[in-house]
């Protein structure tokens, strides 16, 4: 098991920063790959950014290419989500996810609301 806890998201303006992190505990934080989404009211939940366990590698959304940075510090078992230039689109519930699988991720947090004001 593994039990993923997010930060609190916030209300910022159009072209603000933020910086969401996770907190993972239970298994083995290290070998896993990791994650996050957002669901925007009215859409359905999608994929934002995911970096691997192993060499870290990243993949980013076309909308978060250039603005995002997704990073972890497998020391400390977080991980973190890097959000420049925020854009009122970016408003959504935005989920951390753990173990990724062939049909999708086994673990997820609580989901933290992300607001951005124009």
């Known amino acids: 098991q593994v039990q993923l806890v997010e930060s609190v998201g916030g209300l910022v303006q159009a072209g603000d920063s933020l910086r969401l992190s996770c907190a993972a505990s239970g298994r083995t934080f290290n070998n896993i790959n990791m994650g996050w989404f957002r669901q925007a009211p009215g859409k359905e939940r999608e994929f934002v950014a995911s970096i691997s366990w192993y060499a870290g590698r990243t993949y980013y959304a076309d909308s978060a290419k250039g603005r995002f940075t997704i990073s972890r510090d497998n020391a400390k078992h977080t991980l973190y989500l890097q959000m420049n230039n925020l854009k009122v689109e970016d408003t959504a519930v935005y989920y951390c996810?753990?173990?990724?699988?062939?049909?999708?991720?086994?673990?997820w947090g609580q989901g933290t609301q992300v607001t951005v004001s124009s």
């Open positions: 996810v753990a173990d990724q699988i062939r049909s999708g991720w086994n673990y």
